[in-house]
Nanobody, 113 residues
Framework: VQLQASGGGLVQPGGSLRLSCAASGSIFSPNVMGWFRQAPGKQRELVATITSGGSTNYADSVKGRFTISRDNAKNTVYLQMNSLKPEDTAVYYC????????WGQGTQVTVSS
């Protein structure tokens, strides 16, 4: 499975960004797609996940601000990020999990004035 993430960038505090990640290759269903992030000097952490059936899970730090969604027909997962804070600055990675976990290449999100 290949995962291609896009949509990162520089945004001011309080702003919004939408990340997308398209999967291609040998995709098995059901699966869980998700977003993780890694800030400089920190470990990679879970942001949000979504199952093939649409069940979602969020890190406490992003609940109420971020929304994960997916389009199964397009094998694409999205992350709508609102009310962004400087502490959301990180490289964001998308993933797809079946019996194995595949990772995308990461996209930089920088929240700064």
């Amino acid at each position: 499975v290949q995962l291609q993430a896009s949509g990162g960038g520089l945004v001011q505090p309080g702003g919004s960004l939408r990340l997308s990640c398209a999967a291609s290759g040998s995709i098995f269903s059901p699966n869980v797609m998700g977003w993780f992030r890694q800030a400089p000097g920190k470990q990679r952490e879970l942001v949000a996940t979504i199952t093939s059936g649409g069940s979602t899970n969020y890190a406490d730090s992003v609940k109420g601000r971020f929304t994960i969604s997916r389009d199964n027909a397009k094998n694409t997962v999205y992350l709508q990020m609102n009310s962004l804070k400087p502490e959301d600055t990180a490289v964001y990675y998308c993933s797809m999990a079946t019996t194995l976990v595949s990772w995308g290449q990461g996209t930089q999100v920088t929240v700064s004035s």
